[in-house]
C-alpha cells in the first residue's frame, strides 16, 4: 500500500474573500496601519478567529510596550517563527529598540537592561518547558520588580504569541514584513 502526502497551500484571503465582520477589520486595518499584515488576514480565514485574536492582543495589560515586544521577541524566535519575528522585530523598533538590542532580546543576552534580561530568560524558560519555569527564573523575575499581576500578563502573552506562531508555522503565509537576520 502507497501512502501519498499531499502539500497544502494556504492562501492568503483578500477582503473580497472574508466575511463583512472581517471585512470591517480590514478596513480599519488599512487605514490604521496602510496595510493588512497576511497573519491578520490569515485569521480572517475563520468567521471569528480575527476578531477574537485581536481583543486577547488588544487587552489591557501591566506590561509596557517594550516589556511586551521582548516577549514577543523571545517568544517567536524560541517558535522559529518568521513571521512573528519579523514583524515584532518592526514594532520594536517602532518602541525605541535599536537594531543591537533586538539581536540581543532574540538570543535573551540583554546586557543593557538587567530588568528586560530577567524577563526575557523567564519568557524564554516558561515557553521551552511549556509553562513549567524553574523556582529560579520566577524569583529573579520577582526579584527584577515584576509582581504576580505582572506574571498573569507575561502568560497571556506568552499564549498569545504560540498562537500567532503556530499559526503561521502551520500556514506558511508569506512574510510581509522586511527581513530579519537569522540568530
Same mark, same amino acid.
Given at each position: ?10 492562501? *492568503?484571503?483578500?477582503?473580497?474573500? *472574508? ?14 496601519? &496602510?496595510? *493588512?499584515?497576511? @497573519? ?29 515586544? #521582548? #516577549? ?18 518592526? =514594532? &520594536? ?9 533586538? @539581536? ?37 523575575l520577582f526579584a527584577s520588580g515584576y509582581t504576580t499581576e505582572n506574571l498573569i500578563d507575561i502568560i497571556v502573552?506568552? &499564549?498569545?504569541? =504560540? ?11 508569506? =512574510? ?8
Open positions: 500500500m502507497s501512502t501519498q502526502t499531499h502539500t497544502v497551500t494556504f492562501k *492568503v484571503p483578500t477582503r473580497d474573500e *472574508v466575511s463583512p465582520t472581517n471585512q470591517a477589520i480590514f478596513d480599519h486595518m488599512q487605514s490604521a496601519f &496602510g496595510k *493588512v499584515p497576511n @497573519l491578520y488576514a490569515t485569521f480572517a480565514l475563520h468567521e471569528n478567529a480575527l476578531e477574537d485574536y485581536l481583543s486577547l492582543q488588544n487587552r489591557k495589560t501591566t506590561l509596557d510596550s517594550k516589556e511586551k515586544e #521582548i #516577549i514577543n521577541l523571545v517568544v517567536s524566535q524560541i517558535n522559529d517563527c518568521k513571521y512573528c519575528t519579523a514583524a515584532h522585530t518592526a =514594532v &520594536g523598533k517602532m518602541y525605541g529598540f535599536t537594531d543591537d538590542e533586538i @539581536l540581543a532580546i532574540r538570543r535573551v543576552d540583554i546586557s543593557f537592561n538587567d530588568k528586560f534580561d530577567a524577563l526575557a530568560k523567564f519568557v524564554k524558560e516558561t515557553t521551552i518547558s511549556r509553562g513549567r519555569a524553574s523556582e529560579k527564573a520566577l524569583n529573579t502573552l506568552i &499564549g498569545d504569541k =504560540v498562537i500567532s506562531n503556530y499559526l503561521h508555522n502551520t500556514t506558511k503565509i508569506p =512574510v510581509d514584513w522586511d527581513a530579519v537576520p537569522n540568530i
